[in-house]
């Protein structure tokens, strides 16, 4: 089974700070997701990265595939408090397997 | 469009007791997936299906069973409930493994 870790697990900070969330596996990934999920509801995907070393934007959020496809990392500009939530990453795996395996998340608390 | 619909959204168990956790979804998918999420932590997958008829079990399939005879029908069996199966569980549907997954709103376990 493929491990992700995401890091930091627990990130506070104040409105208008930057910030980067890693997520890092060992293994090979043949895409990688990125989700927020807010308290009592599902995740809901902010992207989808496939290309090693590809770079999307998201408004001011900055999705990075590694060019080994083995990690990824989120940066998001000038927080702000609508951005508060549990981000995970989500690798595929390639292959006959089909699974899709989480991260152990970055709880973000963005103060106003 | 109702997407990816859960039942129950809440349920208590006694140990040693069992219960079906219902998933349907209106969106042809393919791909269908059982997720459990524990109190500030990542989502870790039990069992997941590439299509009517196949199942395969994922990183924590223990204790659990599922089956898939219709497209849009995943149910998650608990055979003989256990405290360590309180948790949040959480239905997913996509076209498949590395598409955009639909998040049902989850059912809340608590195994007493």
């Known amino acids: 089974t493929q491990l992700l870790e995401q890091s930091p697990q627990f990130l506070s900070i104040q409105e208008g700070e930057n910030l980067t969330v890693y997520c890092n596996s060992s293994?090979?990934?043949?895409?990688l997701q990125w989700y927020r999920q807010e308290p009592g509801e599902g995740p809901v995907l902010l992207v989808t990265?496939?290309?090693?070393?590809e770079v999307k934007k998201l408004k001011r959020l900055t999705f990075q595939f590694g060019d080994a496809r083995k990690d990824s990392s989120l940066h998001i500009t000038a927080a702000q408090p609508g951005d508060t939530g549990l981000y995970l990453c989500?690798?595929?795996?390639?292959?006959?397997?089909?699974?899709?395996?989480f991260g152990t998340g970055t709880l973000l608390a963005v103060q106003p | 469009n109702a997407g990816v619909t859960q039942t129950p959204k809440f349920q208590v168990l006694k140990t040693g007791q069992s219960m079906t956790l219902q998933c349907a979804q209106d969106m042809n998918h393919e791909y269908m997936s059982w997720y459990r999420q524990d109190p500030g932590m990542g989502l870790r997958l039990i069992h997941y299906?590439?299509?009517?008829?196949?199942?395969d079990q994922g990183e924590v399939p223990n204790g659990y069973n599922v089956s898939r005879s219709t497209t849009e029908d995943f149910p998650l069996r608990l055979l003989s409930a256990a405290p360590s199966q309180t948790s949040v569980y959480f239905c997913a549907s996509a076209l498949r493994v590395n598409q955009p997954q639909h998040f049902g709103d989850g059912t809340r376990l608590s195994i007493l």
């Open positions: 990265v496939v290309t090693g070393g």
């Open positions: 989500a690798g595929a795996e390639g292959g006959a397997t089909n699974k899709l395996i």
């Open positions: 299906s590439v299509g009517a008829g196949i199942t």
């Open positions: 293994s090979v990934f043949s895409s």
